[in-house]
Antibody, heavy 129, light 107 residues
Framework: EVQLVESGGVVVQPGGSLRLSCAAS????????MHWVRQAPGKGLEWVSL????????YYADSVKGRFTISRDNSKDSLYLQMNSLRAEDTALYYC??????????????????????WGKGTTVTVSS | EIVMTQSPATLSVSPGERATLSCRAS??????LAWYQQTPGQAPRLLIY???TRATGIPARFSGSGSGTEFTLTISSLQSEDFAVYYC?????????FGQGTKVEIK
């Protein structure tokens, strides 16, 4: 059974830093890309970041670019989100999400499309003084 | 970034009836469109990917259609467990973006 267990969410002051972790099990973690997605209290879903299976490519929402860093340790089946310069608007439930991929070949170029498969239960980050 | 717009915001439906949810993209996302279901207090669940392919274990009463900028999620006969919030999401371009959600409530 696929399991994703997030941890690290706490109350932090504006301007502070935090690292979230996600422990994965039940699948070949080092074969798959992974996402972070967040949901502010009472609000909708916001995609935050993705990292490819090998950690070479990373992508970010504009709202977190330059402040958050996604990383992974395939030897530990773990995903991370380093969050710096935190703001009140970063307050949310943060989900770790397993990705699946579709591939399109156009000429000699491969295009990869990553969608979200299994979600963890999330960890809560509150930014408040 | 691509803006995803869902309609209606709330849909009131009786059990056993059909529900039709719409999602529009501000520019073409080809067929790189997914639908997710979220019940209260739970994490979202993948229903549909590639605009029309049901995810593993998803009942046949859920179907997706569309391509380009216009997409539809249809629930053919609503069951009690289907009353939830539904989100569409495009994964064709970076950053990936979600719609604001459609709440399906009991009429």
């Amino acid at each position: 059974e696929v399991q994703l267990v997030e941890s690290g969410g706490v109350v932090v002051q504006p301007g502070g830093s935090l690292r979230l972790s996600c422990a994965a099990s039940g699948f070949n973690f080092d074969d798959l890309a992974m996402h972070w997605v967040r949901q502010a209290p009472g609000k909708g879903l916001e995609w935050v970041s993705l990292i490819t299976w090998d950690g070479v490519n990373t992508y970010y929402a504009d709202s977190v670019k330059g402040r958050f860093t996604i990383s992974r340790d395939n030897s530990k089946d773990s995903l991370y989100l380093q969050m710096n310069s935190l703001r009140a608007e970063d307050t949310a439930l943060y989900y770790c999400v397993k990705s699946l991929t579709t591939v399109r070949l156009s000429g000699t170029v491969y295009y990869y499309y990553y969608y979200m498969d299994v979600w963890g239960k999330g960890t809560t980050v509150t930014v408040s003084s | 970034e691509i803006v995803m717009t869902q309609s209606p915001a709330t849909l009131s439906v009786s059990p056993g009836e059909r529900a039709t949810l719409s999602c529009r993209a501000s520019q073409s996302v080809s067929s790189n469109l997914a639908w997710y279901q979220q019940t209260p207090g739970q994490a979202p669940r993948l229903l549909i990917y590639g605009a029309s392919t049901r995810a593993t274990g998803i009942p046949a009463r859920f179907s997706g259609s569309g391509s380009g900028t216009e997409f539809t999620l249809t629930i053919s006969s609503l069951q009690s467990e289907d009353f939830a919030v539904y989100y569409c999401q495009q994964y064709n371009n970076w950053p990936q973006t979600f719609g604001q959600g459609t709440k399906v409530e009991i009429k």
